[in-house]
């Protein structure tokens, strides 16, 4: 426990820096996103269309379901069938805590604004350890950790895959990682379980991601100790919390289509680390292969290139700090990182390796191997843990050049000593201010860099939406006293049709019999389902077609009629 107490510092360090850092992610979201999206009754913001109406949708849906076992499960989106709650991205965690709760929140209530502002703060208190964990300065740990709140990657993902902004978690299984031979067994354990669980329950692609940052810790571990039984168990407690949290929320449900397509088309390109994609007003936008070659986005920002640019100068005039790079490269920390780093990137590439708007090669990999990467077909975010470690790097590098000189990354980047407290250098306090001030004009230079970014986020978010349905004739009062929607037509490729009629039936008391899930879970169930429905209509049904699909309505038991933009039908009987 003493060792635990010395990251703290004995006079709270590291708690200066985790408040620190965490305050200053909370400022940074309050800034950018304003308070509007924090009032749980306003919901406006979320039924603009787009994935954020999937995300707030599917927790509405789920939020009036019955509860099942899983818990996860809902059949009022899908009705008869059930899907997870897992594959509208709602944020499952939030979405049965706060389904536990329903009978004592509002009518409307949506608990997205919140998320952002806990990931923000979780973001930068996090990043703030991080940076502590190698350089014993509080304020710069703070200050610091406002890379990692704004990093591209981040705020890119925030309010458009919503559930991706908990990238705090790869941050927390660094963390644990560097630390966890400080730890009890116990304790160790306990972290591994805590973090699986949250990840299981949170996003499925922070599973693998953060498998792969503690699994490379581990197997450095393994290597240098040799305590095979430790290195198994504690993998074990991972897999098992994450796999029970996917069972216990119904992702195990029913069948997945393993490869969805896509997969080389969502990876990661071999210029993107120097790629801004819109994301700098300097650097220029690269080429790029693939319709979806955003996924792939992995700039860390100008200011950290920036940083390591001035890092890498300092230590190519500099012999003696090259030669305590040499030195510590073998360390444990380092060789972790490089394990991470290499992992990472072969997975994000896939099997299509590109540059710019080439494929340079495509790996003959197993058809088998390629239809199981395929559940995973978003490739390009496995560099995420690369780009955290080149954020975190930067800013050590950066610090170390400057204040102490003659080590360089040295023994902070091996096994960070808790007793050096950053008192290097001959005026250590005048050094340290120094490096403070580097690195404060570092983030301004980066915040002015992709100010359009966080302009238009702030010009989004910050006022208050009006949601106004497409729904305006007179049928739909009529028949609001029916008890199910079913899509005839394909309505997942037109969001606006989708959604509109969702909140409808939502307004309403209303099932719908498909909606947009990823992974195209119960795809097959709701083909049947519809087939079914039409071979013996019901009377407490409204049956939904495009109006470019009238063709289809010839059922001489129903009756159609034009409304909005789409074909209605009812059974005779009851028109």
């Known amino acids: 426990m003493n060792e635990i107490r010395n990251d703290f510092g004995e006079n709270g360090g590291g708690k200066r820096a985790l408040i620190g850092g965490f305050l200053l992610g909370v400022l940074s979201f309050l800034l950018l996103y304003g308070i509007q999206i924090l009032d749980v009754t306003y919901d406006d913001w979320l039924l603009t269309g787009g994935d954020l109406s999937q995300h707030y949708l599917g927790w509405c849906f789920f939020r009036v379901s019955d509860w099942s076992f899983p818990v996860g499960l809902m059949d009022r989106i899908s009705y008869p069938n059930q899907v997870s709650v897992i594959f509208t991205d709602s944020i499952p965690l939030f979405a049965v805590l706060f389904k536990l709760l329903r009978g004592l929140l509002p009518e409307t209530f949506q608990y997205f604004g919140i998320w952002g502002l806990l990931c923000f703060g979780l973001q930068g208190g996090l990043g703030a350890l991080l940076i502590r964990h190698f350089v014993k300065d ?8 406002l890379f990692f709140v704004l990093a591209p990657i981040e705020l890119y993902r925030m309010y458009m895959h919503t559930a991706l902004g908990a990238q705090w978690l790869l941050l927390a299984a660094f ?276 100010w359009p970014q966080l302009k238009e986020r702030n010009d989004r978010f910050s006022g208050r939406e009006e949601y106004v349905s497409f729904m305006t004739d007179e049928v739909w009062g009529r028949l609001s006293e029916k008890e199910h929607l079913v899509f005839v037509s394909d309505l997942v490729s037109n969001q606006n049709l989708l959604y509109g009629l969702s909140v409808y039936a939502l307004e309403n008391d209303m099932t719908v019999n498909t909606f947009y899930f990823a992974h195209s879970a119960i795809k097959s169930e709701v083909k049947d389902t519809i087939e079914s429905s039409l071979e013996n209509p019901d009377p407490d049904t409204v049956y939904i077609y495009k109006e470019e699909d009238e063709k289809l309505c010839t059922d001489d038991r129903m009756t159609y009629r034009k409304a909005d933009g789409l074909v209605i039908g009812i059974l005779k009987s009851d028109s």
């Open 175 to 450: 963390l644990l990682g560097l630390k966890q031979n400080r730890l009890k067994p116990v304790q160790r354990t306990a972290a591994y379980l805590f973090l699986g669980v949250l990840c299981g329950s949170i996003h499925l692609y922070f599973v693998p991601m953060c498998g792969i940052i503690l699994g490379a810790f581990l197997a450095v571990d393994l290597i240098l100790r040799r305590n095979f039984l430790q290195t198994v168990l504690m993998g074990m407690a991972y897999c098992f919390s994450a796999v029970a949290a996917v069972v216990l929320l119904g992702g195990l449900s029913h069948d997945h289509q393993l490869d969805a397509g896509g997969l080389g088309q969502f990876s990661f390109n071999l210029n993107g680390l120097i790629n801004p994609q819109g994301w700098s007003r300097i650097l220029p936008d690269l080429p790029l292969y693939g319709e979806g070659a955003g996924e792939g986005l992995a700039f860390p920002g100008t200011g950290i290139l920036a940083a390591l640019l001035a890092g890498a100068l300092v230590l190519s005039f500099r012999k003696k700090s090259r030669q305590a790079v040499r030195r510590q490269i073998s360390g444990r920390n380092v060789s972790a990182c490089l394990v991470i780093a290499a992992v990472s990137i072969v997975i994000s590439v896939s099997h299509r390796l590109a540059l710019g708007g080439q494929v340079i090669w495509e790996i003959p990999y197993p058809q088998q191997l390629v239809s199981l990467w395929g559940m995973f077909r978003s490739s390009g975010r496995f560099t995420w843990p690369v780009v955290y470690l080149l954020i975190l790097f930067g800013e050590v590098l950066l610090y170390r050049v400057l204040v102490c000189p003659e080590e360089a990354v040295g023994s902070d980047m091996r096994q960070s000593d808790p007793a050096q407290a950053g008192a290097c250098g001959r005026d250590g306090k005048g050094l340290q201010n120094a490096a403070l001030a580097v690195l404060a004009i570092l983030l301004v230079f980066q915040i002015y860099d992709c």
């Open 138 to 145: 509080d304020r710069y740990a703070a200050v610091g950790s």
